[in-house]
């Protein structure tokens, strides 16, 4: 099946596939902002999860990794946001615990079935009487609405929600894939402060899932960053519940490759939506390497460019300073000969085969002063691709972090 069979909803979020509901609503965790959300399946779903590499993770994930990993199916997942649960000792525990006990009793089901993920300040004891007190006045349901409600709730510093929707065609059956996710800073992901929750109604085991997430993972979420913090939270979940009725999927499935390019298409929409929104951020950069030894160096080269902060700040006063780039690529710790490096940025070729080249100023401050800025580096070497995502470091990044907790 092509590429040209998936197609991409517009309208649509994260209760779009079948049998998917959800709801978000202001609990008191924050001052005045939506701050509780919980997503349900109409029967238990097939899971995968990614989670942060950070040796220091907080007490949802020990959580929602036993639901992913011992139990293999989650139904619902319950998300706050203003407090990360994060560096909190035994409470943590004994509060991320709770929270999936009481969306459990909410919804009468296992709470063994029930995933928790928290986002926002490190280090602070969960206020956990907010969540007790309205868990149960809040609504569920399958219209966009809902999938906004929810999709607000889960934002820490975020400026915007971030949803996507794709369906495409399996066993002659409609398949629907969906998103949001939040994230603005503390992005570095393997994987960064984010979580990320894609819904769909495909049929497939969650072993097969979680070997496509993890695939998947390191080329989308794994290749964005913002400031080079990795969080205590990140958690990207993979809900299937089988709804539209298709055979399992699996590598050998004629329409494997049309589930598997869905699914990217939504990680990746997801990731760049991360990027684009970083703390402050005016621009998306998205660097692509070509030409390296192999993909894995590609990425790596990449991911560095991106993540540099000088390249970053260049972007950003619209400084067309390609000797960054070139540093970058350099100490990226992947194999490259410097004489045979190529740069472009946007379409003005600046660097050839190691060699500078002569390049209009005036033409490169109007391709930098776009909301995308798209750089190229070439490496002659091998067959080795890769892209990664980012964004400009401004002012309003020191401002926004400097008053975080205030």
């Known amino acids: ?190 994987m960064a402060t984010m979580l990320g929750f894609i819904t769909t109604d495909a049929n497939i085991e969650s072993d097969v899932l979680q070997k496509a997430l993890s695939d998947i993972t390191n080329v989308t979420f794994n290749s964005i960053t913002v400031d080079g913090d990795t969080s205590t939270n990140d958690t990207v979940i993979v809900m299937a519940n089988g709804l539209a009725g298709n055979a399992s999927l699996t590598p050998v499935h004629p329409d494997w490759d049309s589930f598997y390019s869905t699914l990217q298409l939504v990680a990746e929409d997801l990731a760049k939506a991360i990027a684009r929104d970083g703390e402050g951020a005016t621009k998306l950069i998205e660097v692509e390497v070509s030409g390296a030894l192999c993909d894995e160096e590609a990425r790596k080269i990449a991911k560095t460019v991106v993540g540099s902060p000088l390249v970053k700040t260049a972007v950003f006063g619209n400084d067309a300073n390609w000797g960054r780039i070139i540093a970058a690529v350099g100490y990226s710790g992947a194999t490259v000969d410097p004489e045979k490096i190529s740069i472009k940025i946007g379409n003005a070729l600046m660097v050839q085969d190691g060699e500078p080249i002569p390049f209009s100023e005036e033409e490169l401050i109007e391709i930098l002063k776009a909301d995308e800025v798209k750089i190229y580096v070439f490496l002659g070497q091998g067959e080795g691709h890769g892209l990664a995502w980012g964004c400009d470091l401004t002012y309003d990044y020191v401002k926004i972090n400097a008053s975080y907790r205030s």
Do not use: W
């Open 1 to 190: 099946m092509s590429l040209m069979e998936i197609r991409k909803i517009s309208n649509k979020n994260i209760v779009s596939p079948r049998g998917f509901t959800a709801g978000g609503m202001h609990c008191g965790i924050k001052q005045n902002k939506k701050d509780l959300a919980l997503l349900v399946s109409e029967v238990p779903a097939s899971v995968a999860g990614v989670f942060t590499t950070n040796a220091v993770q907080a007490a949802p994930l020990k959580v929602t990794k036993e639901v992913v990993y011992q139990a293999s199916k989650m139904q619902a997942l319950i998300v706050n946001s203003g407090n990360a649960n994060a560096c909190t000792g035994k409470q943590g525990l004994i509060d991320a615990y709770e929270m999936q006990s009481l969306a459990a009793k909410k919804l009468a089901i296992d709470p063994a079935l029930v995933g928790v993920a928290s986002t926002g300040v490190i280090g602070e004891i969960m206020k956990m009487e907010p969540i007790r007190a309205n868990i149960e006045k809040l609504e569920l349901g399958s219209t966009t609405e809902h999938g906004i409600d929810f999709a607000q709730a889960i934002l820490t510093t975020d400026t915007v929600m971030k949803n996507t929707s794709y369906s495409t065609i399996i066993d002659g059956q409609e398949v629907v894939i969906s998103g949001t996710a939040k994230g603005s800073g503390m992005i570095e992901p393997n």
